[in-house]
């Protein structure tokens, strides 16, 4: 069993910057893919970005490329999101998850998800 637990969340101005935090207990998500995801209100939960278990290869919605940045600390077992740049549409839920099975960018067949950080973005 593997825990994560989301933090970092918070209301910030457009254009202002955050760093969201994946953590894990239980058993460590080292030999796993993280994903990051988010659900908007009245929205569809959906991908944003994700990283590879050793880091070697990210992925990124194209909402996000160029100011959002994955990265990953194995021996904290924690995933990291920095977030740029905000505009008033990356006001979300955001959510990470670990063991994918359906692939790394992909909504469905996730082995285990936080509960979440909440990101608003003030006008």
């Known amino acids: 069993q593997v825990q994560l637990v989301e933090s970092g969340g918070g209301l910030v101005q457009a254009g202002g910057s955050l760093r969201l935090s994946c953590a894990a207990s239980g058993r460590a998500f080292s030999s796993y893919a993280v994903g990051w995801f988010r659900q908007a209100p009245g929205k569809e939960r959906e991908f944003v970005a994700a990283?590879?278990?050793?880091?070697?290869?990210?992925y990124y919605a194209d909402s996000v490329k160029g100011r959002f940045t994955i990265s990953r600390d194995n021996t904290k077992n924690t995933v990291y999101l920095q977030v740029n740049s905000l505009k008033t549409e990356d006001t979300a839920v955001y959510y990470c998850a670990t063991e994918p099975r359906n692939g790394p960018t992909v909504l469905t067949g996730w082995g285990y998800w936080g509960q979440g950080t909440q990101v608003t973005v003030s006008s």
């Open positions: 990283i590879t278990w050793r880091g070697g290869t990210i």
